[in-house]
């Protein structure tokens, strides 16, 4: 039993450090909506706010990859996070919308390199036989943060002011990071043997990520068929205001106890996958999360009444974590930690590219036809793609890709 609790260490401290900084995410989203409303009285800026993180990534993910791999990734994820409590501190600061926006792009960028970062990091500090499990409590982590978050930044910007609560916000960043100085450095960097971040260098990468992807069709296969399905809930999402309160006539108030709903139906789903996630294969993992996700924006789609639409948010909210759990542990599983960072940010990028245009496309559509027909094809059209991604993943020959080592006691579930 000590000897298992010991093992758990390293996953427990980095698991605390993405649950923190997962909870100032969350408060910095309240909190940066209200100050740039605040200032400029216009829906237009904010809705801004959500188009600097894709287009953030169309500019960065070319070489950030080029950089992570080369270096240390606990120190670029301590370095992000400082950088990050900083330019929040600043933003209270800001004479005018022009340096908000300038430094809104600075922590797109930081979040631009941690992400591949914590992958890789977390590939390489958490045992294969840990990582399920793992990946499942930290969808708990991240569900969790999106309850409690909002409802801190709130509480503070009550209690205090939207500055404070800010400069509150960025504690949270800092204390993550300290959490970080607890791990192991496992990776051995040479910093003769760094190559220079040059446009020759960002292209030589480029073909080895190709050369991974050629080697290894089926892994790029199926990470790029996850990326394309979910570029429909993300569109869906981008539409989610309007079409509960235009075509299903929901109050704000509705509204936002449906959002609050939907987070307890997925901190729900990521509690029970956290305790029971050894006890179902990768495969099922996947395919369950992934149809009834699906299912549950079809009755989203189809929806009538307040009822009816929480039927649809609770289920995809319950097995979204089922989804996103299985498909982080599959893709840590399979990628390579010497090209993770690369790979990753190149998925990164095809995913930006085509989310900014096919959220834009969307938008059009509904211009063009009723916002129901395009909510509803988009659905329907998701779960086609859903059934036959999910046969390919439960083809029996392609059984290998989803091997893992169970943990003591595991039952799982052929």
């Known amino acids: 039993m000590a000897k298992q609790i010991q093992s758990w260490k390293n996953p427990a401290i980095l698991l605390m450090s993405i649950g923190i900084s997962s909870i100032g995410n969350f408060i910095y989203l309240v909190a940066i909506n209200i100050i740039v409303y605040q200032l400029t009285e216009s829906a237009a800026a904010v809705a801004g706010l959500w188009i600097i993180g894709p287009l953030t990534n169309i500019v960065t993910k070319f070489w950030t990859g080029s950089f992570i791999d080369y270096r240390s990734k606990r120190k670029i994820m301590m370095v992000t996070y400082v950088i990050r ?4 501190c600043m933003i209270p600061l800001a004479p005018n919308m022009a ?11 930081a979040n631009a390199f941690f992400t591949p970062s914590s992958m890789t990091y ?3 500090i958490v045992p294969k036989e840990k990582r399920k499990r793992f990946n499942s409590i930290r969808s708990f982590a991240t569900s ?8 801190i930044g709130g509480s503070l910007i009550l209690l205090t002011s939207v500055e404070t609560t800010l400069w509150i916000n960025a504690l949270f960043f800092v ?4 959490c970080l100085l607890f791990l192991p ?6 910093k003769d043997t760094i190559p220079s971040l040059t446009i020759k260098q960002v292209i030589r990468d480029f073909t080895v990520v190709q050369g991974f992807m050629k ?17 429909f809930s993300f569109a869906m999402d981008a539409q989610e205001v309007v079409f509960t309160q235009q075509i299903i006539g929901l109050s704000e108030m509705e509204y936002s106890l449906l959002v609050s709903i939907t987070g307890i139906g997925s901190v729900v789903g990521a509690v029970l996958l956290s305790i029971f996630s050894n006890k179902l294969s990768l495969r099922y993992m996947i395919v369950i999360g992934l149809i009834m996700m699906t299912i549950g924006y079809v009755i989203y789609a189809f929806s009538w009444s307040f009822a009816s639409i929480v039927v649809g948010f609770v289920i995809l909210g319950f097995f979204n ?14 990628v390579s930690v010497e090209v993770m960072g690369r790979v990753t940010s190149i998925f990164q990028l095809i995913q930006s590219v085509i989310q900014v245009v096919f959220i834009l496309a969307v938008g059009f559509a509904g211009d063009l036809v009723s916002l129901r027909v395009t909510i509803v094809s988009l659905s329907l059209v998701m779960l086609l793609l859903s059934s036959v991604f999910s046969y390919v993943v439960l083809k029996p020959a392609k059984k290998i890709f989803y091997q893992e080592v169970e943990e003591e006691g595991a039952i799982k579930i052929k």
């Open 99 to 109: 340096i908000i926006y300038g430094i809104l792009v600075v922590l797109s960028v």
């Open 85 to 88: 409590a900083v330019f929040i």
């Open 144 to 151: 969790g943060a999106f309850i409690v978050g909002p409802a």
């Open 321 to 334: 974590v089922f989804l996103n759990a299985g498909m982080m542990t599959f893709y840590q599983n399979n």
């Open 185 to 190: 450095e496992k990776e051995k960097i040479d």
């Open 175 to 178: 204390i993550s990071a300290g």
């Open 215 to 231: 080697a290894n069709r089926y892994v790029f296969f199926i990470y790029l068929g996850f990326v394309m399905i979910m570029i």
């Open 122 to 124: 977390a590939t390489i």
